[in-house]
């Protein structure tokens, strides 16, 4: 099994899926890679249905928050290049992120969606360059571990 070191926040509880009861990315429940550069596009327009800061919030979009968090972008666990990523946004707890007294805190980010445990997944605010920095890492374990299709691998979020 391989392990993809996170550049994420830490949010709380040792899960890379903010306030979600679905550790995906375990030893117990690892993801699985995917190779292929569509199925991944599919999956992230599954899970990220972007829309302009000012739009009306529903349950499917992700409406960027630029004015609070610069260069937003929707940053999805699981990863849309994991056979488990490409839940529907509506079933994802959407979160943003603030630094306080030195601690990652996340908040709820969609006033249509209060934060639930159930949730099969996470759309995070973060900076676009964080969370390129994030599927870069990704990208070098791929190479590293030499990975292919369909290979597990574990998430780890460094304090």
Known sequence: MHEARSLAPRTGGGHASAASCQPLGTKDEPLHRLAN???????RDRTCVVAAEGAVETPELFVRKSSKIPDDSCDEHPFAASLEGGTPGAYCNDVE??????????????????????????????????????????GRLVQAQRMIDFDAYTVRIPA
Do not use: M
């Open 37 to 43: 550069l569509d199925a991944q596009e599919a999956n």
């Open 97 to 138: 992120f603030e630094l306080v007294d030195g601690e990652w805190i996340y908040a709820q980010a969609n006033s249509t969606k209060p934060l639930f445990k159930e949730a099969q997944c996470s759309r995070g605010h973060v900076p676009l360059d964080l969370n390129s920095a994030a599927g870069q890492e990704l």
